[in-house]
T-cell receptor, first 111, second 116 residues
């Protein structure tokens, strides 16, 4: 299985930048996903990384280092609506059917 | 386009009562289907997944069962609910194409179950 660790909570100011780290251990890495989940709602897909490097999508970027078992999600120009839980999830090549999720990082954006 | 429907959205059930949550997917064929549970303040726990009709894989021993009577229908059931079954249940789907790029997992709106 996978061990996925991410911080429990982070707080930042509107307009600032926040970086959410995720470390994982897996026997056969086959992709890392970031999801956003607003309170009481279902998770929605944000980004996918399978090769090392940075993937940028507007205000959100995700980075992956496979050798370090490490990823981060970078949120720029924070807006109040970015207050949510951010979930890191890993897919294993030995069982492509499953995604294993971390416990999530709750980001609170303050005015 | 593909859509996923899940119901009921909210339910309150007494301990020992049965449970049935239903999920259907539209606009795709032979999807992989999943049931996850999210307890308050905790991460998503995979309960069951299915790669085809009648094929169910269980991830954790528990009081729940799943069935897939049709290609795009996935049902989560219990004969007798426990207090510990309370949580937010999420159905999800993805294309059944195996090792193929992002192949994003898409979630339904969720069913919030409170067992009293």
């Amino acid at each position: 299985g996978q061990n996925i660790d991410q911080p429990t909570e982070m707080t930042a100011t509107e307009g600032a930048i926040v970086q959410i780290n995720c470390t994982y251990q897996t026997s056969g890495f086959n992709g890392l996903f970031w999801y956003q989940q607003h309170a009481g709602e279902a998770p929605t897909f944000l980004s996918y990384n399978v090769l090392d490097g940075l993937e940028e999508k507007g205000r959100f970027s995700s980075f992956l280092s496979r050798s370090k078992g490490y990823s981060y999600l970078l949120l720029k120009e924070l807006q109040m609506k970015d207050s949510a839980s951010y979930l890191c999830a890993v897919r294993d090549v030995l069982n492509d059917y499953k995604l294993s999720f971390g416990a999530g990082t709750t980001v609170t954006v303050r005015a | 386009s593909q859509t996923i429907h899940q119901w009921p959205a909210t339910l309150v059930q007494p301990v020992g009562s049965p449970l049935s949550l239903e999920c259907t997917v539209e606009g795709t064929s032979n999807p992989n289907l999943y049931w996850y549970r999210q307890a308050a303040g905790r991460g998503l726990q995979l309960l069951f997944y299915s790669v085809g009709i009648g094929q169910i894989s269980s991830e954790v021993p528990q009081n729940l069962s799943a069935s897939r009577p049709q290609d795009r229908q996935f049902i989560l059931s219990s004969k007798k609910l426990l207090l510990s079954d309370s949580g937010f249940y999420l159905c999800a789907w993805r294309a059944g194409t195996g090792f193929s790029g992002a192949n994003v997992l898409t979630f339904g709106a969720g069913s919030r179950l409170t067992v009293l």
